[in-house]
Nanobody
């Protein structure tokens, strides 16, 4: 059973960088054909897929965030990470890491989720 756990600061100042990590247990992040994603939910809004890193290290991003988001991985720690630059209060959300074992329709179909971590952007 794959388990995911998000970690990172709960408060980030505007214009700074948001950095989150997702630690995976139960399987390796390099196991075929997993897709590992970051998904967020702003207050009062629906889920927004932000981007993903595949089992082979390929990365994919939402067009709306591509210029600010970066997803990477550390295979030695079995972790993948999100960096979001130049944050504004509109980036306040619950951030989830999620996984599925296919690469179809990256925006949906995730069966494994972390519990989510609240990130607030405020001075």
């Amino acid at each position: 059973q794959v388990q995911l756990q998000e970690s990172g600061p709960g408060l980030v100042k505007p214009s700074q960088m948001l950095s989150l990590a997702c630690t995976v247990s139960g399987d390796s992040i390099t196991t075929a054909y997993y897709t590992w994603s970051w998904i967020r939910q702003p207050p009062g809004k629906g889920l927004e897929w932000m981007g993903a890193i595949a089992y082979d290290g390929s990365t994919y991003y939402s067009p709306s965030l591509k210029s600010r988001a970066s997803i990477s991985r550390d295979t030695s720690k079995n972790q993948f990470s999100l960096q979001l630059s130049s944050v504004t209060p509109e980036d306040t959300a619950i951030y989830y890491c999620a996984a599925k074992q296919d690469s179809y329709d990256l925006r949906s179909g995730y069966g494994y989720w972390g519990q989510g971590t609240q990130v607030t952007v405020s001075s």
